[in-house]
């Protein structure tokens, strides 16, 4: 069964400091991995997609890396503001020749808290 | 953003009495997808639709039925509500299909006493 793996679970840091948080995944065939940002209350918000050719991808003060040969990939944020107090979700796309809309795994996601 | 509404925002109703949830978007996308979130699990999807009258089941679709008479609109009915359907709704869509990140809406909180 296909599984995507997060952690830590919840993660505590201090305003400015930076920090990395983790995503191992199973599905196989691979098509691309995404990272999203879900705010309290609100739903989920896209950060970056990597397909299996992208190593790291970037958008303001996030960086996502992927690792396909050992299928993990990683959310790294520099210089935290209060801001980023969310939930972050890391999903992965399975490949296959079907034009179905399925074959999405979610991760349980990681919960960052920010304190000034 | 695709400009995806979901209504109610909150509801509260009694086992046993059917509900429908509404998602409405703007984008003119063509999948829109159902999930639900739950503690300790992640998004699971209910059902999801590749075009209009076009839907399929997704992970847990037992208790629920879709709709979708129109581009813009994808309904998600509880005919006879449980306990255990209890949890927060999200919709989500996207232009092409699943290789594009999804746009979701704001959810929807659900309480079935």
């Known amino acids: 069964k296909n599984q995507v793996e997060q952690s830590p679970q919840s993660l505590i840091i201090l305003e400015g400091k930076n920090c990395t948080l983790q995503?191992?995944?199973?599905?196989?065939?691979?098509?691309?991995l995404r990272w999203y940002k879900q705010d309290t209350g609100r739903g989920p918000v896209s950060l970056t997609i990597?397909?299996?050719?992208?190593n790291t991808k970037s958008n303001g003060r996030y960086t996502a890396t992927l690792d396909a040969d050992t299928k993990q990939s990683s959310l790294h944020i520099t210089a935290s503001q209060l801001s980023d107090s969310a939930s972050y979700i890391c999903?992965?796309?399975?490949?296959?020749?079907?034009?179905?809309?399925?074959?999405?795994?979610f991760g349980k996601g990681t919960h960052l808290i920010i304190q000034p | 953003d695709a400009g995806i509404t979901q209504s109610p925002r909150h509801k509260v109703t009694e086992t046993g009495t059917p509900v429908t949830l509404r998602c409405h978007q703007t984008e003119n996308h063509r999948y829109m997808y159902w999930y639900r979130q739950d503690p300790g699990h992640g998004l699971r999807l209910i059902h999801y639709?590749?075009?209009?009258?076009?839907?399929d089941k997704g992970e847990v679709s037992d208790g629920y039925s879709v709709s979708r008479s129109k581009t813009e609109d994808f309904l998600l009915t509880l005919e006879s509500a449980t306990s255990s359907q209890t949890s927060v709704y999200f919709c989500?869509?996207?232009?092409?299909?699943?290789?594009?990140?999804?746009?979701f809406g704001d959810g929807t909180r659900l309480s079935i006493l």
């Open positions: 995503c191992n995944y199973t599905v196989s065939p691979f098509s691309n």
């Open positions: 989500a869509s996207t232009r092409d299909g699943r290789d594009q990140p999804q746009h």
């Open positions: 990597m397909t299996f050719s992208e």
């Open positions: 999903v992965v796309s399975e490949m296959y020749s079907g034009g179905g809309a399925d074959g999405l795994t």
């Open positions: 639709s590749y075009g209009v009258k076009d839907t």
